[in-house]
């Protein structure tokens, strides 16, 4: 099933669920909320954005980006952290 939306087709088909973590210590995880500011033209089209986490939503440190090249470096690096 396809869905219309602002910017073109969504895929709605039911998705197989993921597959399991592999065996790792809880330890080894962490959950965390990342903050997305987006610019975007009027054709849905990312120009830039900032990354941030609620950790630093009070005027901490957030990534600034240009383009989804960027919104991928920007949120790794977020990542590694």
């Not at 099933?1 to 995880?29: C, F, N, Q, S, T």
């Not at 009027?42 to 901490?60: F, H, P, R, T, W």
Request: glycine letters at 14%; zero cysteines.
């Amino acid at each position: 099933m396809w869905v219309v939306a602002r910017g073109g087709l969504i895929d709605a088909r039911p998705r197989m669920a993921e597959p399991p973590l592999p065996d790792k210590p809880l330890a080894e995880r962490r959950y965390i909320t990342l903050l997305l500011r987006l610019l975007v033209d009027g054709q849905g089209g990312l120009l830039m954005g900032q990354v941030g986490s609620l950790d630093d939503a009070e005027g901490g440190r957030r990534t600034s980006f240009r383009g989804v090249d960027g919104l991928v470096a920007a949120v790794q690096a977020r990542l590694m952290a």
